[in-house]
């Protein structure tokens, strides 16, 4: 049973940075795809960044790109989510996810299996 567990989130003033990590069990990070995505209130779950399996290829969604850096430790098994340059916009609960296949980088949360429980960011003006 894969499971992941968020942690780092909290409140941080605009132009800031946070550090999400993300701890695996249950399956090697480097069998599948890992992403990161987020949901702020009243709106949809949406990408937010992704790295594949062999950590080759990495993708971010234009609203983070330039910004957000996200990595891995495979000896850790855990993956991270670096952010910077925060923006209000930014105020979400943020999820680590596995993908479904081993080789390809999902873009939606339906590609995904495996979910976190979350970690709050908020990001004040």
């Known amino acids: 049973q894969v499971q992941l567990v968020e942690s780092g989130g909290g409140l941080v003033q605009a132009g800031g940075s946070l550090r999400l990590s993300c701890a695996v069990s249950?399956?090697?990070?480097?069998?599948?795809?890992m992403g990161w995505f987020r949901q702020a209130p009243r709106k949809e779950r949406e990408f937010v960044a992704a790295?594949?399996?062999?950590?080759?290829?990495?993708l971010y969604s234009p609203s983070v790109k330039g910004r957000f850096t996200i990595s891995r430790h495979i000896a850790g098994n855990t993956m991270a989510l670096q952010m910077d340059s925060l923006k209000p916009e930014d105020t979400a609960v943020y999820y680590c996810?596995?993908?479904?296949?081993?080789?390809?980088?999902?873009?939606?949360?339906?590609?995904?299996?495996?979910w976190g429980q979350g970690t709050q960011v908020t990001v004040s003006s």
């Open positions: 996810a596995r993908d479904r296949h081993p080789d390809r980088v999902g873009l939606t949360p339906g590609d995904y299996a495996y």
């Open positions: 249950g399956r090697s990070i480097s069998s599948h795809t």
């Open positions: 790295i594949s399996w062999n950590g080759g290829n990495t």
